[in-house]
């Protein structure tokens, strides 16, 4: 079995991997290069982008869009597969968008046509016997792959993280489902990022609880997609006694979650309590503006609020006609919102106005829980993905085990080097 890493050896976003075997080609993701970030151009992949198709499959590990955000520019007779909540998330997402990109409108009808499979579940393409393994990630339902050919095992990580709600189960996970493989493909977002996962999503819940019961009024700036956070929040205003708001967008969502058969969603977490989130009304002469009446006023006045908003003229009308004060909360990652960095989102930082508390936690895993990961792994050589900063990982890393530093485009036989010390290996 070969591997090629065509994207994603030195830079986070639009990663694309291949496995190949007898002439059978197995791709894990097709996403888009993050925004002002390195870029690479368009790919052109024999098997993939173009050629023949009929031994080629792409396997989506999660709906983030550095992960599936291109996969409308290949060809239509490739087969896709994704996580059956993860595709109904997207296609939310996608009919959101649809209007203001035009690249969504193509997504919505990919979507119809994209298979699913089952996490924990064995299925097979060619050679290729594949089982998805569900991952604790700041995306709901998101997937690892065990990927079996030629007598060789390979675990492709996706991203995923040990200190979130769902992580308590991981190792358990990993013994039932994966047990012990040969190479481990890795994420290794964070390894220049030490202080990124200081805490804990339950932790971070708990600090919510608190703020909400101080803060009558709280404005929280979320990706609508990270669904733990966005349950985590909800479930916080309930114990703060706080109404809790979003938009029909961000409902909608949510109801997915709630209305799915994901292993997870018999966790009271992703299920309603006493009070259903509420949904922010839309004015009825113009769909771009929140309606905001006075008795809506009267009642955020007297019982407060936490509304989930992100950075756009809608929200910022809105919180312009609600009298008081109000603590602005950024959740997400604040690259975002530093000037001079690659990621800077003005918009964002001109709905915050400076003046906000940061409360986030990494959707991604720290170096510290990564060694426990290739503890219980014990693989033949780790090969570094989704990261910025591969020679750090082969220095940290390098002292147990050994660590294959590929580079975009070069492929390696992973049964030709079984056995070889490859320890800080260029290939």
Same mark, same amino acid.
């Given at each position: 079995?070969?591997?090629?890493?065509?994207?994603?050896?030195?830079?986070?976003?639009?990663?694309?991997? /291949?496995?190949?075997?007898?002439?059978?080609?197995?791709?894990?993701?097709?996403?888009?290069?993050?925004?002002?970030?390195?870029?690479?151009?368009?790919?052109?992949?024999?098997?993939?982008?173009?050629?023949?198709?009929?031994?080629?499959?792409?396997?989506?590990?999660?709906?983030?869009?550095? =992960?599936?955000?291109?996969?409308?520019?290949?060809? /239509?007779?490739?087969?896709?597969?994704?996580?059956?909540?993860?595709?109904?998330?997207?296609?939310?997402?996608?009919?959101?968008?649809?209007?203001?990109?035009?690249?969504?409108?193509?997504?919505?009808?990919?979507?119809?046509? $994209?298979?699913?499979?089952?996490?924990? =579940? *064995? &299925?097979?393409?060619?050679? #290729?016997?594949?089982?998805?393994?569900?991952?604790?990630?700041?995306? #709901? *339902?998101?997937?690892?792959?065990?990927?079996?050919?030629?007598?060789?095992?390979?675990?492709?990580?996706?991203?995923?993280?040990?200190?979130?709600?769902?992580?308590?189960? #991981?190792?358990?996970?990993?013994?039932?489902? $994966?047990?012990?493989?040969?190479?481990?493909?890795?994420?290794?977002?964070?390894?220049?990022?030490?202080?990124?996962?200081?805490?804990?999503?339950?932790?971070?819940?708990?600090?919510?609880?608190?703020? #909400?019961?101080?803060?009558?009024?709280?404005?929280?700036?979320?990706?609508?997609?990270?669904?733990?956070?966005?349950?985590?929040?909800? =479930?916080?205003?309930? %114990?703060?006694?706080?109404? &809790?708001? $979003?938009?029909?967008?961000?409902?909608?969502?949510?109801?997915?979650?709630?209305?799915?058969?994901?292993?997870?969603?018999?966790?009271?977490?992703?299920?309603?309590?006493?009070?259903?989130?509420?949904?922010?009304?839309?004015?009825?002469? *113009? %769909?771009?503006?929140?309606?905001?009446?006075?008795?809506?006023? /009267?009642?955020?006045?007297? %019982?407060?609020?936490?509304?989930?908003?992100?950075?756009? /003229?809608?929200?910022?009308?809105?919180?312009?006609?609600?009298?008081?004060?109000?603590?602005?909360?950024?959740?997400?990652?604040?690259?975002?919102?530093?000037?001079?960095?690659?990621?800077?989102?003005?918009?964002?930082?001109?709905?915050?106005?400076?003046?906000?508390?940061?409360? =986030?936690?990494?959707?991604?895993?720290?170096?510290?829980?990564?060694?426990? &990961?290739?503890h219980q792994l014990r693989p033949k050589a780790i090969i570094p993905i989704h990261t910025d900063s591969p020679d750090e990982f082969v220095k940290l890393f390098c002292d147990e085990w050994p660590v294959i530093r590929l580079y975009d485009g070069l492929s390696i036989s992973l049964t030709?080097?079984?056995?070889? *010390?490859?320890?800080?290996?260029?290939?």
């Open positions: 079995m070969t591997i090629t890493i065509h994207r994603g050896t030195d830079q986070i976003g639009g990663c694309v991997t /291949e496995y190949e075997y007898n002439g059978w080609h197995l791709f894990v993701d097709y996403g888009e290069e993050l925004p002002n970030g390195p870029k690479t151009g368009e790919l052109q992949v024999e098997g993939l982008t173009h050629g023949n198709l009929s031994k080629s499959a792409l396997l989506i590990t999660h709906y983030h869009g550095d =992960h599936i955000g291109s996969i409308t520019k290949l060809p /239509e007779a490739l087969p896709i597969y994704m996580g059956e909540v993860a595709r109904e998330i997207q296609k939310v997402l996608s009919n959101h968008l649809k209007t203001v990109m035009p690249a969504h409108q193509e997504m919505v009808k990919l979507l119809q046509k $994209v298979q699913t499979f089952k996490a924990g =579940h *064995d &299925f097979t393409f060619g050679p #290729f016997k594949i089982r998805p393994v569900t991952v604790d990630h700041s995306a #709901f *339902d998101a997937y690892a792959f065990r990927i079996e050919a030629d007598g060789v095992s390979a675990y492709h990580t996706g991203d995923f993280r040990l200190h979130g709600f769902r992580s308590n189960k #991981f190792f358990k996970m990993l013994e039932q489902f $994966v047990g012990k493989v040969d190479y481990v493909v890795c994420e290794a977002t964070n390894i220049m990022r030490p202080n990124a996962t200081s805490k804990k999503e339950s932790a971070l819940q708990r600090d919510f609880v608190s703020l #909400f019961k101080e803060k009558k009024s709280t404005v929280v700036y979320l990706s609508s997609t990270n669904i733990d956070r966005l349950f985590s929040l909800y =479930h916080a205003a309930l %114990k703060a006694g706080r109404p &809790f708001y $979003v938009d029909g967008y961000q409902k909608q969502i949510m109801d997915v979650v709630v209305n799915s058969k994901s292993i997870w969603t018999n966790s009271p977490l992703y299920q309603y309590g006493k009070y259903k989130p509420e949904s922010l009304l839309y004015h009825k002469s *113009d %769909k771009n503006r929140f309606f905001v009446s006075d008795s809506f006023k /009267e009642f955020l006045d007297k %019982k407060g609020y936490v509304i989930i908003a992100r950075s756009s /003229e809608r929200f910022d009308n809105l919180l312009e006609q609600i009298p008081g004060e109000k603590q602005k909360v950024l959740s997400m990652w604040n690259g975002y919102v530093k000037e001079g960095t690659e990621a800077y989102n003005e918009n964002l930082a001109n709905s915050l106005d400076g003046e906000y508390d940061y409360m =986030h936690t990494s959707g991604h895993i720290d170096m510290k829980d990564l060694r426990k &990961f290739f030709s080097i079984s056995g070889v *010390d490859l320890c800080g290996t260029k290939i």
